[in-house]
T-cell receptor, first 114, second 111 residues
Framework: NAGVTQTPKFRVLKTGQSMTLLCAQD?????MYWYRQDPGMGLRLIHY???????AKGEVPDGYNVSRLKKQNFLLGLESAAPSQTSVYFC?????????????FGPGTRLTVT | GENVEQHPSTLSVQEGDSAVIKCTYS??????FPWYKQELGKRPQLIID?????GEKKDQRIAVTLNKTAKHFSLHITETQPEDSAVYFC??????????FGTGTSLTVIP
């Protein structure tokens, strides 16, 4: 049981390049989330999904797109990377089973945009 | 949307003393309040949580209190140990869909 995994762990992009971050969970969770973490800013929600085939915008969605084609995967895309998107990205998943919504986080992806 | 404020941003305590971190939230619809511990370079991990129908919850040396009227909740760590040193984040969730995080408290426990 791997929990929540993220690919890749590190990435350096040039301004204008695109990339996709992959999040996978093996806990059969309905909910999945993408956050970015910047120094002094805490975690900010980019997009989230409440089930396969559904996505919604979070606090800071501009410049990002997401897809949830399979229940276990949640992809975060950057179509044209900007230096302001340099950050650590965390994926999380949760389930409302039993009325609890504990989030489990992935190990993070450190992205640098030059 | 929801706005979560967290204080203090840094906190130093002597080993064995207590530490208290406070958060306020703005949206009265928030009903779930987790606390996370994040060690350097690691992922956030849930240490305790509380739901809006409960005023206090305790787990060994860690406790959380919630005041719905004042819209604030606090984390209390007693008998602190060096391994408690980390960044702690509070969060508030509305209906379990979206989570809003505080900006974090860097706790240092001095041996």
């Amino acid at each position: 049981n791997a929990g929540v995994t993220q690919t890749p762990k590190f990435r350096v992009l040039k301004t204008g390049q695109s990339m996709t971050l992959l999040c996978a969970q093996d806990m059969n969770h309905e909910y999945m989330y993408w956050y970015r973490q910047d120094p002094g800013m805490g975690l900010r929600l980019i997009h989230y999904s409440v089930g396969e085939g559904t996505t919604a915008k979070g606090e800071v969605p501009d410049g990002y797109n997401v897809s949830r084609l399979k229940k276990q995967n949640f992809l975060l895309g950057l179509e044209s990377a900007a230096p302001s998107q340099t950050s650590v990205y965390f994926c999380a998943s949760s389930s409302l089973a039993g009325g609890v919504n504990e989030q489990y986080f992935g190990p993070g992806t450190r992205l640098t945009v030059t | 949307g929801e706005n979560v404020e967290q204080h203090p941003s840094t906190l130093s305590v002597q080993e064995g003393d207590s530490a208290v971190i406070k958060c306020t939230y703005s949206d009265s619809a928030s009903n779930y309040f987790p606390w996370y511990k994040q060690e350097l370079g690691k992922r956030p991990q849930l240490i305790i949580d509380i739901r809006s129908n409960v005023g206090e919850k305790k787990d060994q040396r860690i406790a959380v209190t919630l005041n719905k009227t004042a819209k604030h909740f606090s984390l209390h760590i007693t008998e602190t140990q060096p391994e408690d040193s980390a960044v702690y984040f509070c969060a508030a969730s509305i209906r379990g869909n979206q989570f809003y995080f505080g900006t974090g408290t860097s706790l240092t426990v001095i041996p």
